[in-house]
Structures are given as C-alpha cells and as structure tokens.
C-alpha cells in the first residue's frame, strides 16, 4: 500500500539531548512537508521540501533541522536549541509543492520530554 | 501571510442531524480549501477539497460551500452518524507564499 510512514509512534527526549524523527513515503511525490500540533491550536509548518536536496524554513523553524537526500525520505530533527519540544510531528507528502495539490499525512510521532 | 479562522471550536450534534463548520481566510491570493478530519492519535485525512473556480462540492453526505468575495467557506456534514465523531481543520492554500495555512480545528461529537 502507499503512503507515508512516520517513526516511531512516541519519543522521550532528555534535556540537551537532539533527536531525530522519521518520515518516508511511497507515493513517488516531490513535496514533503513537516508540521508541529498543540493542543487547540491548527498545525504549524516546521520545513518543507518542493525538491531533493533542497528545503526551505517554514514558520516555526528555529530549533528545527532537516535533510532531503532522497525522495522518499525527509528526516526531522529536534535539537536542543528547541525550549519546547513537547507536540504531536506530523510529517506530510504532496504531489508538487508549488502547486495546490493535496497533502497527504502520516500518522504521527508524539514527542515527550523526559 | 494566510490567517484561517475556524468556527466553533467544538461542537455538538444528535446522530442524525447536521454539522456546520465555518472558516474565514484573510489572503485573496488563496485558490485551494482542503477539509481534513483527524482520529484520535491520527494523521489528518483529507476529506473534501474545493478550488477557487468552483462554488460548491459534493461527497455523499459531506459538502463544501466557498464564498470567494467574503472569503469564507463552510463544511457541512449531513445525516451524522456516531463515527464522523473527529477533529476537522480547515485549511487554505496560498500563492503568494505557497504554504497551506490551518484553522484551529472543530472537535466534532455525535451523540447517539
């Protein structure tokens, strides 16, 4: 089946401590997307790709790293420098990114800070 | 850039009445309103979408209105049933930035 794939499903994160979040799909799409959920709040853009080797920062990218080697992967990473980690990742996939096409998401990766 | 309103933020309904949800944007240059619906522990699914070219869309029992000279547009559930129970966002998509920006979501609950 295609889709997009994110990993893992829950993530603790000590204190100084970066992490990386997964993301990877099988829609053959160019676009890939992250996005940050807080609770009463609509889904924030963290950094999206319209192209391999090339992403750009969204709205709330401070604290935030990615890379897009290949298309099927845009690997996220929560670094220290981010105060307030604790949210709902969702990773996103489109056909284009400059077009308006729908985007597709994955399931989530919840991350906690121990 | 983009600001989407969404309205209510919750919501209420007897299983077999009508649900109503209703955005604003802010951004003439937006053509694109996809409809999301968000389970539980879920990603969002796209439910419905309509683009600036058209005024109303059908989907079985899942509806879109758009008012492009207000700059609203209106999701609307018919004949509820206890598993439309969800979180719904609205979304617009944007030109001039070419980002799609979110409302605050709707928790929906059909009550049986």
């Known amino acids: 089946d295609g889709g997009i794939t994110q990993s893992p499903k829950y993530l603790f994160r000590k204190e100084g401590q970066n992490v990386t979040l997964s993301c990877e799909q099988n829609?053959?799409?160019?676009?890939m997307y992250w996005y940050r959920q807080d609770p009463g709040q609509g889904l924030r853009l963290i950094y999206y790709?319209?192209?391999?080797?090339?992403?750009q920062k969204g709205d709330i990218a401070e604290g935030y790293s990615v890379s897009r080697e290949k298309k099927e992967s845009f690997p996220l990473t929560v670094t220290s420098a981010q105060k307030n980690p604790t949210a709902f990742y969702l990773c996103?996939?489109?056909?284009?990114?400059?077009?308006?096409?729908?985007?597709?998401f994955g399931d989530g990766t919840r991350l906690s800070i121990l | 850039g983009e600001n989407v309103e969404q309205h209510p933020s919750t919501l209420s309904v007897q299983e077999g009445d009508s649900a109503v949800i209703k955005c604003t944007y802010s951004?003439?240059?937006?053509?694109?309103f996809p409809w999301y619906k968000q389970e539980l522990g879920k990603g969002p699914q796209l439910i419905i979408d309509?683009?600036?070219?058209?005024g109303e869309k059908k989907d079985q029992r899942i509806a879109v209105t758009l008012n492009k000279t207000a700059k609203h547009f209106s999701l609307h559930i018919t004949e509820t049933q206890p598993e439309d129970s969800a979180v719904y966002f609205c979304?617009?998509?944007?030109?001039?930035?070419?980002?799609?920006?979110f409302g605050a979501g709707t928790t929906v609950t059909v009550r049986a």
């Open positions: 979304a617009a998509f944007s030109f001039n930035d070419y980002k799609l920006s």
């Open positions: 951004d003439s240059a937006s053509n694109y």
């Open positions: 829609l053959n799409h160019d676009a």
């Open positions: 996103a996939s489109s056909i284009g990114g400059d077009s308006n096409q729908p985007q597709h």
């Open positions: 309509i683009r600036s070219n058209v």
């Open positions: 790709s319209q192209i391999v080797n090339d992403f």
